[in-house]
C-alpha cells in the first residue's frame, strides 16, 4: 500500500475518477492502491495491467498528488447558482425582499435523513457443500464491522465506497425553485442527471435518484451469495455477476415515485441513461431484471426482455429469478438477515437463513423464488431458518450425489455399492413426494433412471428376474406419467400467461382457462397415484429387490473399464453430430435429426453422464470441468424429452376431443405450439452440442478419466 492521502484529497480523487479524462484511471489506480498493496488485484479490479499500475505507483512516490495539479482545478465542485427566490408581497402596490434570507436554514432545505456514516461490510459467502468447521456465531454487526468490501466491488460500484464517506454538501447542490401553484412556497429539488451527457456509473445514477443504498447493498449482497450457491445449476459466468450487483443497486429507482409501479417506472427510467462500462445489451438486460422483480413474474410479457437477442434471454431470467429471491430475503426491510449456509439435497438447494426476522423474510424468499423454480425444476430453492431444528435432521438425511467407490472394487462390487446407493436417493424423493411435495418429479425420474441403468448398461451381463422387470416397468410408468401430466400443466399455464386480453379472442382465452382447469386436475389425480404407488408393498418388495447384493463373480476392476466406457459413449456422440456438421449451413434437420435418432443421443449422452457421476470418487480434478459442461446438454436433452412427450399427447387430444367445454381449435392451436416448440429444441441440438466439440473438453475428460 502506499501512504494514506488525506480526506479532503481523497474526495477529490474521488470526483476525479468519475470524470471521463485522461487521469480518471490513474485516480482509480491511486485510490485503490491506498487500500491494497497487491499490484494484481489492483490490477484485475481497475481493469489495467499490472505494469501501468506498477508504473503509477513509482510515478506517485516520486511526485506525490503533483501529478493531477492540473486536473484537480477541473474535479472541484462547481456550485451552481440558485434560482432567486419570487419576492414577498408585503401589500398590493409594494414588493419588499428584506424577509427572504440569503443564506436560508439548512435544516429547511433536508427533505431526508443523512446518509449513514458506517458502510455496510460484506460476508463471503460459504461454497462448500457442506463445511467441517463450527458455525459462525457472530451477529450481522459484527460481521460487517470484522469484513470489508473488496476493491473490485468498490470500483465497479464507481467507487460509491469512497463516495459514501461524503459530506452532505458534497452532494449534487439543491437548487431553490418556486412551486408556481403557490408562488410563496418553497421547495428543495436535486436535478436528476442530464441523459444527452456522457455515460453515468451505476452508483452516481442510484444516488440521483435517492436510493436507499443500505436496502439495495443488502440485497445486492444476497443475491450475490445466491449467485455463487447456484453456480453449479445455472453455470453462468463471473461478469452476469456485476450485473446482478448493478440490477440489485437500481431496482428501486423509481420506487419514491409510484410505489405501486416503481418496477416498470424504474425500468423505463435505466433505459434512459448511457451507464458507464455497461454495454446497450447489459443495460436493457439490468431494466428487463428491474421490471421482473415484483408482482407476478412472466418475462413472456415484458417488452425489454423480448427485445434482447436469444442469447441473453435465459440469463436474463436466471439473474431476474435471483434478484426477486434477494429482494424477498429482505423484505423486512432491517438488513438484518443473511443466508448462514446451503446445502445440495436430492432434486433441491436447501438454504438457511439467519437473523432476528429470518422467519419474515424466508417466507417471502420462499414465494419470491417462484420464477427460479420454473426454471430449474432439478434444483428447487428451499428456504428454512436457523430455528426449524428438524433442518438438521432433513440435511443428514440426504444422501450425496456420488458413493465413495474403492480404486480396486470389482465390477460386481461397484454394482452392489452404486445399486444401494441411489436406492437411498430415490427413497429420500419418494419419502418428499408421499408428504406432497410435487416439485421433485423431475428429480425423482433422473434418479430412477440413474438406479436402472446400473441393471440396464453399466452391469449388461446380469439378468434380474422377470417380476422384477415388471415391477420397474410399472413404476417408471408412474412416474412418467405423473412427470408428463405436471409438464403439460406448466405448458398451458405458460401460454395462458402469454396472452393478452386486449387482443386475442376471450373465447379463445376462456377455452384455455378450461383446458388448464382439466390438466390440473389430470395432474393431481396423477401426483396422487404416484404417492400411492410409492407407500405400496410392491414399491417396497421392488426396492428390496433393486439393492440386493449379487454374489462375487469372476469380473473385472471397475476403474479399468471407466475411460473405455466413456470415450465410447463420446465417439457415438460424436457419429451423431458429424453427419449434421458436414451438410453445413443447408443441413435439413427435419431429416438428420429425427425424433428416433435425438431419443439414441439422449440415451448417449445420459449414460456418458451417469457413468461418470456413478465413478466421481474415482476420477482426476478435471471431473468438475468435464461435468460442466456435460450436464447442461443433458438438462437440455431430458427438458426437449419432456416437450417432444407434451407435444405427443397434445396431439392426441386433439385428435381425440374428449375435454368437455374446449373448442377443437383451441386444442388444434394449442398441438400445433407445444410441436413447434419441440422442433425448436431438435434445431438448437448444434449450438448446445459446441461445447463438447472442443480440444479443450477432451483434453478434460482425459486427464479426468486417466487417473483410474
Known amino acids: 500500500m502506499i501512504t494514506p492521502i488525506d480526506r479532503e484529497t481523497r474526495k477529490t480523487l474521488v470526483r476525479l475518477a468519475e470524470q471521463n479524462s485522461d487521469l480518471s484511471r490513474a485516480a482509480r489506480i491511486i485510490l485503490a492502491l491506498t487500500t491494497e498493496s497487491d499490484e494484481d488485484k489492483v490490477a484485475l479490479a481497475s481493469r489495467t ?19 493531477f495539479q492540473e486536473a484537480f482545478a477541473s474535479a472541484l465542485p462547481q456550485v451552481e447558482p440558485v434560482i432567486e427566490p419570487l419576492p414577498v408581497v408585503t401589500d398590493e402596490n409594494t414588493v419588499d425582499n428584506s424577509n427572504v434570507a440569503d443564506n436560508p436554514d439548512p435544516d429547511e432545505l433536508t427533505t431526508e435523513a443523512d446518509p449513514p456514516s458506517e458502510e455496510r461490510g460484506t460476508r463471503r459467502p460459504r461454497r462448500s457443500r457442506r463445511s467441517s468447521s463450527p458455525r459462525d456465531r457472530r451477529t450481522p454487526q459484527e460481521k460487517r464491522a470484522a469484513e470489508a468490501p473488496s476493491i473490485e466491488e468498490a470500483i465497479f460500484d464507481g467507487l460509491e465506497t469512497e463516495m459514501e464517506t461524503l459530506e452532505a454538501e458534497e452532494l449534487p447542490p439543491r437548487q431553490i425553485v418556486a412551486k408556481v401553484e403557490d408562488p410563496l412556497h418553497l421547495e428543495v429539488v436535486r436535478p436528476l442527471p442530464d441523459t444527452t451527457h456522457e455515460p453515468i456509473s451505476v452508483g452516481a445514477l442510484a444516488a440521483a435518484y435517492e436510493v436507499d443504498m443500505v436496502h439495495a447493498r443488502h440485497i445486492s449482497q444476497l443475491a450475490r451469495e445466491l449467485f455463487d450457491a447456484t453456480a453449479s445449476v445455472h453455470r453462468l459466468s463471473p461478469h452476469y455477476r456485476d450485473l446482478l450487483h448493478a440490477a440489485a443497486l437500481l431496482h428501486n429507482i423509481a420506487y419514491d415515485s409510484d410505489p405501486d409501479q416503481h418496477h416498470r417506472i424504474g425500468r423505463d427510467s435505466i433505459l434512459k441513461y448511457d451507464l458507464k462500462d455497461i454495454s446497450e445489451h447489459e443495460r436493457q438486460m439490468i431494466a428487463a431484471m428491474t421490471a421482473l422483480h415484483r408482482q407476478h413474474a412472466v418475462p413472456q410479457h415484458e417488452p425489454t426482455y423480448q427485445g434482447l437477442p436469444d442469447t441473453l434471454k435465459a440469463p436474463t431470467e436466471t439473474l431476474a429469478a435471483l434478484l426477486r429471491v434477494g429482494v424477498g430475503l429482505d423484505y423486512s426491510h432491517t438488513q438484518s438477515s443473511y443466508l448462514v449456509e446451503w446445502r445440495e ?91 406432497g411435495d ?51 400443466l406448466d405448458r398451458a399455464i405458460g401460454l395462458l400467461d402469454e396472452t393478452d386480453p386486449d387482443q386475442d379472442d376471450p373465447a379463445a382465452i376462456e ?51 471407466i475411460a473405455e466406457r466413456a470415450w465410447a459413449y463420446l465417439s457415438s456422440l460424436r457419429q451423431t453430430m458429424n453427419r449434421v456438421n458436414r451438410q453445413g449451413w443447408n443441413a435439413d434437420l427435419e431429416q438428420l435429426l429425427t425424433v428416433e ?60 376431443p374428449t375435454i368437455e367445454g374446449v373448442s377443437p381449435l383451441v ?34 475428460l482425459a486427464l479426468a478419466v486417466a487417473r483410474p
Not at 495491467?49 to 501529478?67: C, K, P
Not at 388444434?668 to 466439440?693: G, H, K, Q, S, V
Open 49 to 67: 495491467s499490472a505494469q501501468e499500475v506498477s508504473q503509477w505507483r513509482q510515478r506517485y512516490e516520486q511526485e506525490g498528488l503533483a501529478i
Open 345 to 435: 439435497a436430492p432434486g433441491e438447494l436447501l438454504i438457511v437463513v439467519g437473523g432476528h426476522e429470518a422467519t419474515t423474510d424466508a417466507v417471502r424468499a420462499q414465494a419470491k423464488s417462484d420464477l427460479w423454480n420454473r426454471l430449474y425444476s432439478v434444483a428447487q430453492l428451499r428456504f428454512v431458518t436457523e430455528e426449524q431444528i428438524e433442518v438438521e435432521d432433513y440435511i443428514a438425511s440426504a444422501p450425496p450425489k456420488s458413493p465413495d467407490l474403492e480404486p480396486n472394487a470389482t465390477a460386481i462390487d461397484a454394482s452392489n455399492e452404486l445399486r444401494a446407493h441411489y436406492v437411498d436417493r430415490l427413497d429420500y424423493l419418494s419419502n418428499r413426494i408421499r408428504h
Open 438 to 488: 410435487s416439485g421433485l418429479l423431475v428429480s425423482i425420474w433422473r434418479e430412477y433412471q440413474r438406479l436402472m441403468g446400473v441393471w440396464e448398461w453399466l452391469l449388461p451381463g446380469l439378468k434380474p428376474r422377470q417380476a422384477f422387470k415388471d415391477d420397474a416397468k410399472w413404476l417408471s410408468d408412474t412416474i412418467q406419467f405423473a412427470l408428463y401430466s405436471a409438464t403439460l
Open 511 to 561: 377455452g384455455l382457462k378450461l383446458l388448464c382447469d382439466y390438466y390440473r386436475q389430470t395432474a393431481e389425480y396423477a401426483l396422487q397415484g404416484l404417492a400411492s404407488a410409492l407407500q405400496s408393498r410392491r414399491y417396497q418388495r421392488w426396492l428390496q429387490g433393486v439393492k440386493a447384493p449379487l454374489r462375487e463373480e469372476d469380473t473385472p476392476i471397475f476403474s479399468s473399464q
Open 597 to 656: 435418432v435425438m431419443q439414441s443421443f439422449e440415451v448417449n449422452v445420459r449414460r456418458l453422464t451417469d457413468l461418470l457421476i456413478y465413478s466421481a470418487s474415482l476420477l482426476g480434478a478435471e471431473y468438475e470441468q468435464t461435468m460442466d459442461v456435460l450436464e447442461p446438454l443433458l438438462d437440455f436433452m431430458n427438458a426437449w424429452q419432456r416437450s417432444e412427450k407434451v407435444a405427443q399427447m397434445a396431439q392426441h387430444h386433439q385428435q381425440h
Open 667 to 700: 386444442l388444434e392451436a394449442f398441438a400445433m405450439i407445444t410441436r413447434e416448440r419441440a422442433n425448436e429444441m431438435r434445431w438448437m441440438l448444434p449450438e448446445m452440442w459446441e461445447p463438447l466439440n472442443t480440444a479443450m473438453f477432451r483434453r478434460a
